[in-house]
C-alpha cells in the first residue's frame, strides 16, 4: 500500500500514480469527491493501460476521522473482494 499526500496539488502526483500503475490490480484512492478524483487520475491511470472505470474506487473522506476512513476503505476492498 501507498500513501501519497495531496496528490491532486501536486504534479508528481499523477506522475507517480502513472509509474506505479499495473494491470490487474485495483487502485482505492480516498481523498476528495470521486467524480473529481476521476477527472485528476485518468490520464495517468490511461497512459498506464488501465480502464478508470473498471481499476479504481473512488472513496470521499473528506472530514471523516481517520477511524472512519480506514473503515470506509476496508469496506470497499471487502465489496470489492480484496480484503
Known amino acids: 500500500m501507498r500513501s501519497y499526500t495531496q496528490c491532486c496539488v501536486m504534479k508528481m502526483g499523477n506522475d507517480s500514480l502513472q ?26 491511470f490511461a497512459k498506464a493501460g488501465l480502464d478508470i472505470s473498471k481499476d479504481l474506487v473512488s472513496l470521499d473522506v473528506r472530514n471523516m476521522t481517520t477511524e472512519k476512513a480506514l473503515e470506509t476503505v476496508k469496506k470497499a476492498l471487502e465489496t470489492a473482494g480484496q480484503a
Open 19 to 44: 509509474t506505479f500503475c499495473v494491470k490487474d490490480r485495483l487502485y482505492v484512492i480516498g481523498g476528495c469527491a470521486p467524480v473529481m478524483q476521476k477527472k485528476l487520475f485518468r490520464d495517468a
